[in-house]
């Protein structure tokens, strides 16, 4: 196993990954994880913020949110799977404006976090200002929690090397709406792009 990048909370940052009430509130969710996974996910995300705030590292929240339909029909693949079995049936009625799935679930923001919104692609970095929020501030390691860890997680790890930062995907703060991908795609990033670690060994790592 390769040891893990340096954790200096000047140079590090947790990227949060679409923790919103689109995908976590199965009251609003027009995306749904599972209720028992969503739980799961919260809480976990919940205790490690908590425990990375305290170490000094910033929180960046990244949310998808589109102005109008349009925006999401123009990607093919998905506009031919809404309203099939697929798991991602539901995508031309994701995150539109108005919506409360746009919302952050409480449990993971916190006072001296910021928000990238306006995601519109699995991509983090895509058409967002997220690698000039990052860089200004001096980061180049990134711990990455949130949904889908075969979707946007991979994709936004792919797009962090390329960008030549060091990402590690925080395994137990990340999960799917395609469960059968999840380790799957982490055994894609650990042969290939990053760093896959437990929320336990990364505060160890900072303590």
């Given at each position: 196993?390769?040891?893990?990048?340096?954790?200096?909370?000047?140079?590090?940052?947790?990227?949060?990954?679409?923790?919103?009430?689109?995908?976590?509130?199965?009251?609003?969710?027009?995306?749904?994880?599972?209720?028992?996974?969503?739980?799961?996910?919260?809480?976990?995300?919940?205790?490690f913020?908590?425990?990375?705030?305290?170490?000094?590292?910033?929180?960046?929240?990244?949310?998808?949110?589109?102005?109008?339909?349009?925006?999401?029909?123009?990607?093919?693949?998905?506009?031919?799977?809404?309203?099939?079995?697929?798991?991602?049936?539901?995508?031309?009625?994701?995150?539109?404006?108005?919506?409360?799935?746009?919302?952050?679930?409480?449990?993971?923001?916190?006072?001296?976090?910021?928000?990238?919104?306006?995601?519109?692609?699995?991509?983090c970095?895509?058409?967002?200002?997220?690698?000039?929020?990052?860089?200004?501030?001096?980061?180049?390691?990134?711990?990455?929690?949130?949904?889908?860890t075969?979707?946007?997680?991979?994709?936004?790890?792919?797009?962090?090397?390329?960008?030549?930062?060091?990402?590690?995907?925080?395994?137990?703060?990340?999960?799917?709406?395609?469960?059968?991908?999840?380790?799957?795609?982490?055994?894609?990033?650990?042969?290939?792009?990053?760093?896959?670690?437990?929320?336990?060994?990364l505060?160890?790592?900072?303590?």
């Open positions: 196993m390769n040891p893990l990048p340096d954790l200096d909370p000047a140079t590090t940052a947790v990227v949060t990954i679409d923790l919103h009430r689109g995908h976590l509130d199965p009251a609003v969710a027009t995306m749904p994880l599972p209720a028992d996974v969503a739980s799961r996910v919260i809480t976990a995300n919940a205790a913020l908590a425990g990375v705030r305290a170490a000094g590292i910033r929180v960046v929240h990244v949310v998808t949110g589109y102005r109008a339909v349009e925006e999401i029909a123009s990607n093919p693949w998905w506009a031919s799977v809404a309203d099939t079995d697929a798991t991602r049936s539901g995508v031309l009625r994701h995150q539109l404006p108005g919506s409360p799935g746009l919302e952050l679930v409480p449990e993971v923001l916190g006072g001296g976090d910021f928000v990238v919104t306006g995601k519109k692609r699995y991509d970095f895509h058409a967002t200002d997220l690698d000039h929020a990052l860089r200004s501030r001096g980061i180049r390691t990134l711990l990455l929690t949130g949904v889908n075969n979707s946007c997680v991979l994709a936004t790890t792919v797009s962090a090397n390329t960008l030549d930062y060091a990402p590690v995907v925080v395994s137990d703060c990340v999960d799917t709406m395609d469960p059968a991908a999840h380790e799957a795609a982490l055994s894609v990033v650990r042969q290939a792009f990053g760093w896959v670690a437990p929320s336990t060994e505060l160890e790592a900072l303590a």
